[in-house]
């Protein structure tokens, strides 16, 4: 029998149902039962008082590197998912890009089947789009999509044959699944370490040229144009790249976009002296592209905000720049980050809720997934959160086990109080 769960005194928060109000919220076997009012006959199991908090939907992150399969000594499973519930988030997608490559069915069935038996947070599976994601042959799209996965991408990983490209949307244009796409060109800037710029010719650094990200945008748009498939742009960096998006986006192209919490925030200054943890990939650009990416979040042009959480270890990170292995610790980051993006740049009665939106209801919709609201009958995912919180990022704080991040030291405000995964109350943060 699941727990019968009565949310009371709360601001709720659902952006997918135009709803800010303080009220109570109902919860019965897994389902969101009642707003409001309860239903009849309703017993309580548990009462949570949500005084002076904000009762949202549970957050959905587009992009978890949960290091399974191959990468256990950089993170496990239980580890992420514990990460996940502590940063209020409930859905997560996964790229491709473990060890052995996600592009058989039977390592997509085992992953789903290790992520059910742990019963956090639900786990969704992104398909590779060529075999090993080496550009080279496409995988058998239908069989993985049986086995779980929810699109297509190829990770970090560029395909530097067009005509593979191509095929690969034909094919899954025909099955109407979405394509996730990083916009980099296979050769310009091709091992560079940081954004091509005076700061990094200052430190010696080789760069990714914006050009990297918009001549692959031109190539995706051009044979969108070709196909008709549906393609979702991961990580965008740079105004040039977003203006070329809205462009997309103005001429119908059926196209989203997300951008990786870190880039809203830091610019290639934050680098400062080599500070390994602020090698990230895509790299931080200049102030302008980081402006530009605000303001696209403001007004639509970018769709989502996702954590882009790649837990690296300290052998991997405690390196030269150069040779630092690239990513950040980001679930437990997600909602503060989004809340202090909305803080700086949205009107004050709107922040709490555009902030929910771009990490529940927005991205949910960018994967084709029933998650991110609470309306009656839909599943209990929820995010409970102290939007005055303050609290200051200690990397042995993390539950993650990767710990490093550009925002250790900084003060935050926000933090996730309680997490609700299909009904059960999953995560509680202790006073």
Same mark, same amino acid.
């Given at each position: 029998?699941?727990?019968?769960?009565?949310?009371?005194?709360?601001?709720?928060?659902?952006?997918?149902? &135009?709803?800010?109000?303080?009220?109570? %919220?109902?919860? @019965?076997?897994? =389902?969101?039962?009642?707003?409001?009012?309860?239903?009849?006959?309703?017993?309580?199991?548990?009462?949570?008082?949500? &005084?002076?908090?904000?009762?949202?939907?549970? %957050?959905?992150?587009?992009?978890?590197?949960?290091?399974?399969?191959?990468? /256990?000594?950089?993170?496990? !499973?239980?580890?992420?998912? +514990?990460?996940?519930? $502590?940063?209020?988030?409930?859905?997560? !997608?996964?790229?491709?890009?473990?060890?052995?490559?996600?592009?058989?069915?039977?390592?997509?069935?085992?992953?789903?089947?290790? @992520?059910?038996?742990?019963? +956090?947070? &639900?786990?969704?599976?992104?398909?590779?789009?060529?075999?090993?994601?080496?550009?080279?042959? %496409?995988?058998?799209?239908?069989? !993985?999509? /049986?086995?779980?996965?929810?699109?297509?991408?190829? $990770?970090?990983?560029?395909?530097?044959? #067009?005509?593979?490209?191509?095929?690969?949307? +034909?094919?899954? +244009?025909?099955?109407?699944? #979405?394509?996730?796409?990083?916009?980099?060109?296979?050769?310009?800037?091709?091992?560079?370490?940081?954004?091509?710029?005076?700061?990094?010719?200052?430190?010696?650094?080789?760069?990714?040229?914006?050009?990297?990200?918009?001549?692959?945008?031109?190539?995706?748009?051009?044979?969108?144009?070709?196909?008709?498939?549906?393609?979702?742009?991961?990580?965008?960096?740079?105004?040039?790249?977003?203006?070329?998006?809205?462009?997309? =986006?103005?001429?119908?192209?059926?196209?989203?976009?997300?951008?990786?919490?870190?880039?809203?925030?830091?610019?290639?200054?934050?680098?400062?002296?080599?500070?390994?943890?602020?090698?990230?990939?895509?790299?931080?650009?200049?102030?302008?592209?980081?402006?530009?990416?605000?303001?696209?979040?403001?007004?639509?042009?970018?769709?989502?905000?996702?954590?882009?959480?790649?837990?690296?270890?300290?052998?991997?990170?405690?390196?030269?720049?150069?040779?630092?292995?690239?990513?950040?610790?980001?679930?437990?980051?997600?909602?503060?980050?989004?809340?202090?993006?909305?803080?700086?740049?949205?009107?004050?009665?709107?922040?709490?809720?555009?902030?929910? $939106?771009?990490?529940?209801?927005?991205?949910?919709?960018?994967?084709? %997934?029933?998650?991110?609201?609470?309306?009656?009958?839909?599943?209990?995912?929820?995010?409970?959160?102290?939007?005055?919180?303050?609290?200051?990022?200690?990397?042995? @704080?993390?539950?993650?086990?990767?710990?490093? #991040?550009?925002?250790?030291?900084?003060?935050?405000?926000?933090?996730?109080? &309680?997490?609700?995964?299909?009904?059960?109350?999953?995560?509680?943060?202790? @006073?």
């Amino acid at each position: 029998m699941s727990m019968r769960l009565h949310i009371k005194n709360g601001r709720v928060i659902d952006p997918a149902n &135009h709803i800010d109000a303080v009220q109570d %919220l109902f919860i @019965a076997d897994g =389902k969101i039962a009642a707003l409001g009012t309860p239903p009849a006959g309703f017993q309580a199991d548990q009462i949570i008082d949500a &005084h002076g908090l904000v009762v949202a939907p549970g %957050l959905v992150d587009l992009s978890v590197r949960l290091r399974e399969p191959g990468y /256990e000594y950089r993170a496990t !499973l239980e580890s992420e998912l +514990q990460a996940a519930l $502590a940063g209020g988030v409930t859905s997560l !997608l996964c790229p491709p890009d473990t060890d052995p490559v996600l592009d058989e069915p039977g390592l997509v069935e085992m992953l789903v089947h290790r @992520a059910r038996g742990l019963d +956090q947070s &639900h786990v969704y599976p992104l398909g590779a789009l060529t075999m090993g994601l080496k550009g080279k042959e %496409l995988t058998e799209m239908a069989e !993985l999509t /049986e086995a779980g996965c929810v699109g297509f991408s190829q $990770a970090e990983e560029s395909i530097s044959d #067009t005509t593979v490209l191509m095929r690969a949307l +034909q094919y899954a +244009q025909t099955f109407g699944y #979405t394509v996730w796409l990083r916009p980099q060109d296979p050769h310009l800037g091709k091992g560079g370490t940081a954004h091509s710029g005076p700061l990094a010719s200052r430190l010696g650094l080789s760069g990714v040229p914006v050009i990297s990200e918009t001549i692959a945008l031109h190539t995706i748009f051009e044979l969108i144009r070709s196909t008709g498939t549906r393609v979702h742009l991961c990580r965008l960096s740079s105004a040039a790249g977003i203006a070329l998006v809205r462009a997309a =986006k103005a001429e119908g192209l059926p196209v989203t976009c997300d951008v990786g919490a870190h880039h809203i925030h830091l610019t290639d200054n934050d680098i400062g002296f080599f500070d390994s943890n602020a090698r990230l990939s895509p790299p931080l650009r200049s102030q302008r592209d980081r402006d530009a990416i605000r303001q696209a979040l403001v007004d639509g042009t970018v769709d989502a905000i996702c954590s882009d959480h790649t837990p690296v270890d300290d052998d991997e990170k405690l390196l030269p720049f150069g040779e630092a292995s690239p990513g950040a610790t980001g679930l437990e980051l997600l909602l503060s980050l989004s809340l202090k993006w909305a803080a700086e740049t949205m009107p004050s009665k709107e922040q709490l809720a555009a902030a929910v $939106a771009r990490i529940s209801v927005d991205p949910a919709r960018v994967a084709g %997934l029933d998650a991110g609201k609470l309306s009656v009958g839909s599943t209990a995912d929820v995010c409970i959160f102290d939007p005055e919180t303050r609290w200051t990022v200690n990397a042995h @704080a993390l539950t993650s086990q990767g710990k490093h #991040t550009p925002f250790i030291g900084y003060e935050l405000q926000g933090r996730v109080s &309680h997490t609700i995964v299909s009904g059960r109350l999953a995560f509680s943060r202790a @006073a």
